[in-house]
């Protein structure tokens, strides 16, 4: 008999119907990438910031609170504006407790990188998912920098960290292309003296060093034989600004491939981010047939911003370039998706960072498209998909349910597919959205009305 504490009945399984048409605007949560750094970068500055439009996921929130856990003044205004208070490079305290990062690989590995420097010691936990993450591809440019580590067997959480104090500035070649392991590098850096270098041979997502040079910071971008070289100058003392975190095109992507495949679907995205190191997808979506239009594209908090007006479309499958994929990275469940009811075959490779997120994202995409009646093919770094030429899924048979693993963007990308099927796709559980999107089916709801 099943306790009544169990995990397994703490489970909210959903089953995702067929919707008719997506109209009208709407706007999708802050980036979750640029709110786990606002309030980062915040925290070490001097002075008061405001941070407009940030996500309030549940990782951002683990974020938040690990920064108060560290001294720092993180609260939300009645008005939806989060307040900042930092306490400069260099003045981290001592947490009193666990540093408790429940899904957040991001939160987790940036604030490893923050810690690194500062002559504090904190333990990290996480969630059953995250514990089966790797933090090895951290400990290594981290130690070479002088933090001591103990962590679970394989370099998983929980695991405790001591910091450095001096670090040691490294100059690190990443060996695999991870914005998390060069921002962690980086935000080490902020207090170290001397100059912090990261390498890396394929460029991924620059936020960090949009802000990093928006908070003040002296940072310096060039390139050495086709590799992108990142420079810190440290110690660096951040100045307070105050942050419009845009909307975040990773969960745009869900609502901009239902809007392709449900017939008569017209909406508009406002306010998504389309920084070019994170929007590929809709690249490889137009390539595909897709009709995703910018209109009033602009500058937010320097990152380039547009809304989107996107419209039903006979999609075509495609063999998509490796070279996108740092690009697109969390966007590959939700195009899987649009590649099973595509026209013909979509191809896609080189896709290993796949296996290492919040779930074996490769697996559970193959597992569960095929149980809702796509035509999927696994292979070692990628998938085959052979798309139902613009039919819908026929959907999950009643009693019959895809294994979400605790992962949000494999139950958002099912969620989709569950609004283009015939007998609708059920998830096992609904509840790790809200570890970056809460108002996702909110808004999926609203936007079919």
Known sequence: MTAPDHPANRLRPHRFRALGPLT???????DKSISHRAIMLSSLAVGHSTISGLLEGEDVLATAAAMRAMGTRVVRGDDGIWHVDGVGSGGLLQPETVLEMGNSGTSTRLLMGLVASHGITATFTGDASLS?????????PLSLIGADFTASPGGRLPLTMRGAHPGVPIRYELPVASAQVKSAVLLAGLNIEGETTVVEPVATRDHSERMLRG???DLFVGEENGARVITIAGPCELQARDIVVPGDPSSA???????????GSDLILENVGLNPTRSALFAVLRDM???IEEQDRREVGGEPVADLR??????????????VAPAMIDEFPVLF???????????????????????DRLSAMAAALTLAGARVEETADGLVIDGRGGDPLPGTLEGTR???????????????AGSRSVDGVEIDDVTPIATSFPAFETLLDEAAR
């Open 289 to 291: 047939g897709g009709s």
């Open 24 to 30: 009208g605007r709407m706007r999708v949560p802050g």
């Open 310 to 323: 996107v419209r039903h479309s006979a999609l075509c499958g495609v063999e998509v370039d490796p070279a």
């Open 253 to 263: 992507a869900f609502f901009v491939v239902a809007a392709l495949l449900v017939p």
């Open 215 to 217: 908070f003040g910071a």
């Open 402 to 416: 895809v294994a979400t693993h605790l992962d949000h963007r494999i139950a958002m990308s099912m969620a989709i």
């Open 337 to 359: 998706v649009a590649a099973a009811m595509a026209s013909g075959r979509t191809v896609t490779r080189g896709l290993e960072e796949l296996r290492v997120k919040e779930s």
């Open 132 to 140: 089966k993450r790797p933090m090895g591809r951290v400990i290594e």
